[in-house]
């Protein structure tokens, strides 16, 4: 069974400055021009436990927005070519909620499939998550409709539960969890009885998400409902930098006469030029097209062929979009479609 302790509320602040004397650089949800954003941060003081989720997710951690693969030079007619060579940074993911915990192993899924990515699999390596279970939701929130719950303890080492007098249930879930506890024993209690699921908020499913999953092949050629879903949608790809779990990136050269660095980028199925040929042709010409992409890939080819429902019901997406497109509903309807 998972190991349980009591967490004073009062020595939340003391553990995140035994993590940061353990080495450790501590990212957490915080305050930033009128967004919560994961940053480093340096006390509690700087970290906001009451937002429902974090404007961006916590993936460039491991995955960052832009990072450099190789550097080269150019000497006459020869070519030398670098690695980007760089060392993983020791980090605690403080305060993440468990739809983006359960949002690693679905990346991980992506970049260990066939060749294992060094630049992903050393960060990830290097990272130890510290969830904490929800206390609220909003009508966005659907992770109980793709298999998450509010206090779902997959994806984090060491889980944190907010208790009626204001101490924390903690969970400790692996061997990484525990090294956490351990810079910091005096400060974990024995815990009592807790039924953890009386204080977490009521999430009702929405959807079946295996009828979903079973119905989405024969929809493909069902051109109007994804061209109806997509009307409003402007391409721009905000949901995509936005989820936790997109993992299309881009390489580009930034390069002179000298020598150039090669960078590989996020990058989304939504954008227009995502499948542009050379020859001009685009196979997903339509916004509609770039729609039902985004949902088969996630709902249908991602489970065929790596176990997972890339998504986890965290509703950034629909937060977040500029043409008020709300996955939830168009979920929703595609399961009730006939």
């Known amino acids: 069974m998972m190991e349980t302790r009591i967490l004073k509320k009062q020595a939340l602040g003391t553990l995140l400055e035994r993590i940061r004397g353990g080495g450790f650089r501590v990212l957490a949800p915080s305050k930033n021009d009128g967004h919560v954003v994961f940053k480093e941060v340096a006390t509690l003081a700087d970290v906001d436990c009451e937002a429902i989720q974090t404007t961006l997710s916590p993936k460039a951690a491991v995955f960052p927005r832009c990072e450099e693969l190789v ?11 670098e690695d980007h060579e760089f ?16 949002s690693l192993a679905i990346l991980n899924s992506v970049f260990a499939w066939d060749v294992k990515d060094v630049f992903f ?4 390596e290097a990272t130890t998550v510290i969830g904490m279970s929800c ?24 889980s944190l539960t907010l208790l009626g007098c204001g101490d924390y249930l903690a969970e400790i879930v692996t061997e ?9 024993e005096d400060l974990f209690g024995p815990a ?3 039924n953890k699921e009386e204080l977490l908020p009521k999430i009702p499913a929405k959807f079946d998400v295996k009828e ?5 092949p024969d929809m493909f050629t069902r051109n109007e409902i994804w061209a109806e879903q997509a009307m ?5 790809s905000t949901c995509a930098f936005v989820c936790p779990c997109c993992a299309c990136f881009d390489i580009q050269d930034e390069a002179s006469r000298q020598g150039g660095t090669r960078l590989r980028c996020w990058d989304s199925c939504g954008h227009g030029q995502f499948t542009l040929h050379a020859s001009g042709h685009n196979p997903r010409h339509s916004q509609g097209d770039r729609w039902r992409q985004r949902i088969m890939h996630k709902f249908s080819y991602f489970p065929d062929r790596l176990g997972y429902i890339a998504c986890v019901g965290c509703g950034r997406c629909s937060r977040s979009c500029p043409a008020d497109m709300n996955l939830l509903e168009h979920l929703e309807s595609l399961v009730e479609a006939k």
């Open 71 to 81: 550097n080269y030079t150019f000497t006459a007619k020869n070519v030398r070519i």
């Open 87 to 102: 060392q993983a940074t020791p980090t605690v993911l403080f305060g993440v909620r468990p739809c983006d915990a359960r």
């Open 121 to 124: 699999q050393k960060r990830l």
């Open 135 to 158: 206390t609220k939701a909003d009508d966005y929130c659907f992770c109980t409709s793709v298999g998450g719950s509010p206090g779902d303890t997959s994806g984090s080492d060491l």
């Open 176 to 184: 990484k969890g525990r090294r956490i506890v351990s810079l910091a």
């Open 192 to 194: 009592g009885k807790v």
């Open 212 to 216: 979903l999953t079973g119905k989405l």
């Open 232 to 236: 409003r949608c402007i391409g721009c």
